[in-house]
């Protein structure tokens, strides 16, 4: 009993007769004990002694030998169950082991998230050091700039006649280089503008948007001889500012890179669920699938400037302005034949559908030339 106390044991055999306690009392005994209370016990009893072996089995007994023991069968029972209780062990090692390196795993798991958020941590901030130098660098080389702007005209002003052809052709390349200095700065300057500014957003009429933005690039649409259209647009929620900019840029490219027969350009939306999908199609240069992703960073341009004057930073700034908004923004084209621009914005309850029916004109395309 002392023994059980302290250690596991694999098998317990009882002669059901002993001088002080009986194999039942001590029976009971050892199922009182956690640690022995489903240990198997094997009775030994005597012949004719049924009721024995009814009251052993009550007791939780797992087998009885009748007296006198064969040895044989003693021994190949105990190996039994030394066997069972064996097989018992690895099952519980191999339980824990496995609990065991879930936890590892587990641990590990922890460790890489907090790395990233770690890594997260640290990118923002570089993120926010790049952006306060954009700012910075942009809002600093304005000021030579201008001095460098302001003298070159002086010089073509005061000294064109003085200057032969060469000295003349030199200063218009100064010139030329300032402005798009000029161009880059500004853009970057909106760039990095856009980044910080945080307004609460309004309902915006893009219909109206639409119209501003014609309005604003009439000259080149008309030195285009482009014809701007759009379907039904909807109101959405968001920063009129920044929405027209996205038009604008959209459209002033879709000008700017046209092919020579005459220019269209349309603008319309369809709604699926709680999203609007928003194109702004041309039947310009189109471009090629493969820069289809690229062209949406900073600074990524497909043609020199002498053929298409840029800076590369239009369609950043398009991608920012609608991932502000909660959409995506993405390019349908093929080289030669067109492109679609394409950007979601969320639909909100309540904005208003041009596909609703409208008993005025039922599922006519009600196109207006801008
Ligand atoms: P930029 O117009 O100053 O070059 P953007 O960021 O607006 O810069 O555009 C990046 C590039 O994407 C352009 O240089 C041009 O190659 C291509 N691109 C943009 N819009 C169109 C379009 N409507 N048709 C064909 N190519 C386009």
Redesign the pocket.
Known sequence: MKLLLKEDVAVIVLDVRMPDMDGFETAQFIRQHKRSKDTPIIFLTGVNSEQEVLEGYSLGAVDYILKPIPPKILQAKVAVFVELYRKTQQVKRQAELLVESDRKRLAAELESREELARTNVELERANADLEQFAYVASHDLQEPLRTVAGFARLLTDSYRDRLDDEANGFIEFIVDGVARMEALIQ?LLAYSRLKTEDKDPEPVDIETVVGLVSTDLRAAIDAAEAVVTHGRLPTVIGDPIQLTELFQ??V???I??RRLDPLRVHVSVSREDDEWTFS?Q?N????DPK?AER??E?F????PRDV???????????RLIVERHGGRVW?E?EAGK??T?RFTLPAHAGSRNPHAPDPAAAHEETDAAA
């Open positions: 853009g840029n959209l002033s490219n879709a700017k890179f702004v041309d310009g240069i189109g471009i820069d062209i949406f900073i990524q341009r497909l043609h298409y004057a840029g800076t590369g930073i239009g369609l950043a700034v398009c390019v084209s067109g492109s621009f």
